[in-house]
């Protein structure tokens, strides 16, 4: 898919300001930048939550899905795991279980926790529960915006090794929203790096962490603490 | 149920409600005869011992009468809830389904009703709907429903705010599942809160109906039927007319009472208490004498809050001057609390105890309570994730910097004010003259945090501790901050208690790490030794699953499974025991916080 010259405007205020760029099928493309830069905004326009200037094309809007940040307020408190899961999907009620036990495991949760309430998961574990729910609907496009900011980097890893075995197994076409570089590398095939509402770089992963072109994208690869590890 | 007799309002509302109940059930039955006696020889009598409340003027005992009333009094209030309420809510919930034109219409003609006079309302709908208690009952219910309308309109759209609604959008689910499934169950409960004040207000109201004789009519009667019969004798004989009277306040006021209550209990319940209380096993070992050069030198620090929770669970922690100590661990395993109980700001009901807590050479809980605060005051500051918790968004940067001087260093507001703005431009914030005549919320988040930190160098601080201050940061702002605070601990000697769960800025900041665990440290040891030298089984995997600009993208990431046990089910022995991979019989003992190497601290049975 691709999207082209998207613009979004809140009154006077422009937060997307004419990007461009392509998702290939399959692959899995980072967005990265600072707070208030328009990833949030650019994702939202493409699901078709808020109101845009330019087009999508070669995806339904049906269906793309998201999941956000925080696990906790994406799932519906007063449900179980598998009623959430259930919830979008359009099968006759006896193929319905089935169904969730197919997504609970291809997200690697235990069958059983379909009976829990989000509350008793760990934060892991919801978001995992958040993936399922949206694979359910067989998107063609799936938004994962900051999945794993809200994480302790303990279960940060296993989100982050699904997003990577989705791809792999199902073939999975992503936009993987996050401010953290070192995690948008380790995830994506394509690196965009948004700057104040206008798309500065993209490219391969390799090519844009290794030699980005953009001052800012350099300014933004400089400042990622690291572990001195020898 | 328990906490609505734990108050006076909450006992008299209950009390009052019970008594109301009973009331109407057992009313008529027992004083129904009573009340219907006609007796032509006691006409219009005061009170006497026979008639406490006097007589009618069908000679009928008034206190009876009374007694009885109280269930039409109820029903029709409750009746007239009921319709308000469900007409509310329908009216309040339509807009969230309807299409955008019709939900504009139906939120028009709410803000309209609402700002329509209830009362005018109620006895216009009554004109119209007939009088007696039908139409009373109708117009009440219409004079309620406009606000029950507005409120469920107020509480579905911050409900239809939450993701999960956007999520069930986004899968197609219909608006009408949406508003049944999602929002209405999530709002019930302010909703029936809601519902009990109402039903006080619709009893006064309906009294006043009655009273006006647009409500019910002989032969029934009600309160506020009563009232109007004997309103006319109030100045020959009072009680007649008082009776009723005190029966609609006492009504009034019981189902208000126990309406406010219940809802300050919801508003309170948010935090779910835990039940299962672990045991805090304090550290054994010999205090020994204190460190002379230590600026902060804690020992065995324990928190706890009632029910057994103990977030922080002996912990011990000195730092030298000029060292910066990081504190790393997931989130809900205690560095906030330790940071609070260090500064002494762990709230109620959380009490703090500790072996030793001293601070530039005095322990703080042997000073008495005014050198403390100044001790505190000048020697400490605080730096939190939200700077603007720190600052007050009412008043000026430099105003606040500049309190800061003239409250505990004695300084002229003209001093004080220019240290604030030099302290200003220390910590490179641009025309920092300009800056301190703005307010906290004209400045940019990392602005603001720099102004907090300036704030902290408006005295001599001798020991910052800085609790997750650019976690709500970008990258770009954050390496500037975390370059500040090592300048700022260089030039001022200070010691620095820096907190965060982020593994990774810990290691470019910090001298030495200490890694707690639900509530304890479990290793210790100087930063080069983190990416290869941990010797603890949870830093270890800590330090496997962060991704850095290296980490191998063919290789899957290293992640623990299971959760940290919350502050009140910590197990006896080792917390990390059931998420590790060399458990073994003996981590059910808890291990000792033993030295491994110069400078590094392990508690694992494993580690040798
Ligand atoms: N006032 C309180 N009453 C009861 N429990 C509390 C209270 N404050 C904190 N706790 C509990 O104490 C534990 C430790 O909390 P603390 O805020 O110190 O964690 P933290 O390590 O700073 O986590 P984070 O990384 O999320 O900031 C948590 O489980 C928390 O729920
Ligand atoms: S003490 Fe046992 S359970 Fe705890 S970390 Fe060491 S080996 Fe693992
Ligand atoms: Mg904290």
Redesign the interface.
Known sequence: MIIKNLTVRFGAFTAVDDVTLEIPDGAIVGLVG??GSGKSTLARAV???VPYTGVVEGVDP?R???V?Q?PL???????TIGA?VA??L?LPRAARQAEVERLLTLVSLPVALAERYPREL???QRQRV?IA??L??RPALLIADEITSAL???????V??LI?SLREEIGLSMLFIS?????V??VSDVVAVMHRGRLVEAGP?EEV?KAPSDAYTR???????????? | MRHLLRTPAGIAGTLLVALMVILAIAGPLIWGAEAERIDSAVILQGASAAHPLGTDNLGRDILARVLVAGRLSLTLAMIATLIGATAGVILGALPSVLPRRGARLVTGTVNALVAFPGLLLAMFTAVIAGLGARGAVLGIGAAIAPGFARLTQTLAASVAG???V???R????SRWRVMT??VL??IAEPLILQLTQVLGGALLALAGMSFLGLGVQPPSFDWGRLLFDGFGRIYATPAVALGPAAAIALAGIGFNLLGDVLARAASRRATPTDAAAGRAVPEVGELGEPDPDAVLEVRDLTVTFPGGVTPVRGLSLTIAPGEIVGLVG??GSGKSLTAAAIGGLVPYPGEVSAGRLRMCGADVRELPEDECRKLLGTSLAMVFQDPMAALNPALKVGGQLAEVATVHQGASRAEAFARAVDRLEHVRIPEPAARARQHPHELSGGMRQRAVIAMGLMGAPRLIIADEPTTAL??????EI?RLLREVTDETGAATLFIS?????I??LCHRVVVMYAGRVVEELPV?E???GAAHPYTR???A???????D?SL????????QPSPAEVPGGCAFADRCELASAKCAELPPLIPYRAGHRVACWEAK
């Open positions: 600072e707070s699901s078709g939550l049906s793309v899905q998201m956000f925080d307020t994406s799932l519906d408190p007063r449900m959430s919830e979008g359009r760990s934060g892991g958040a729910r949206a359910g609907v302790d980097v303990s279960v940060q890893g296993a982050l090794n990577r401010h953290n570089l070192a995690v590398r380790y992963t962490v300014s933004l690869l400089d400042a990622v603490p690291r572990l001195a590890r020898s | 939450a993701d999960y956007a999520v069930a986004m899968l197609g689910v499934r999602h169950p999530n997931e989130s970008d990258v770009t702002v954050q390496r975390l769960h982020d593994i990774a800025v290691g470019e080069g983190l990416a290869s995997a800590l330090v699953s962060l991704p850095d600009m290296e980490t993208r899957p990431l290293a992640s623990i499974p299971g959760r």
